[in-house]
């Protein structure tokens, strides 16, 4: 089993920036595409941005340009950088892990609150 911890969030104004992390153990972080999701009220969680084990990263339109994921393989952590925040991206965000062709596991953590506000 995998247990996923993402420390970090907060209360930023529009256009500041916030780096969460995503400490994953319980297993070998490196074989795992790490992926960042977003839930706001009132809707489905949604897959913002992912990394795989070579480094390979995808975002979603409304973040591009802004976020910018990352790993350190050798602390089981992963960091997606939040730029140019906007109080649409206000929503409590998550991370998870899956192998390559796999789901993704099904223990999601806690989450972290991201407000975006003046």
């Known amino acids: 089993q995998v247990q996923l911890v993402e420390p970090g969030g907060g209360l930023v104004q529009p256009g500041g920036s916030l780096r969460p992390s995503c400490a994953a153990s319980?297993?070998?972080?490196?074989?795992?595409?790490m992926g960042w999701f977003c839930q706001a009220p009132g809707k489905q969680r949604e897959l913002v941005a992912s990394?795989?084990?070579?480094?390979?990263?995808t975002y979603v339109d409304s973040v591009k340009g802004r976020f910018a994921i990352s790993r350190d393989d050798a602390k089981n952590t992963g960091y997606p950088q939040m730029n140019s925040l906007k109080p649409e991206d206000t929503a409590v965000y998550y991370c998870?892990?899956?192998?390559?062709?796999?789901?993704?596991?099904?223990?999601w953590g806690q989450g972290t609150q991201v407000t975006v506000s003046s």
């Open positions: 998870n892990v899956r192998r390559t062709a796999s789901t993704w596991f099904t223990n």
């Open positions: 319980g297993s070998i972080f490196r074989i795992y595409t």
């Open positions: 990394t795989t084990p070579s480094g390979t990263t």
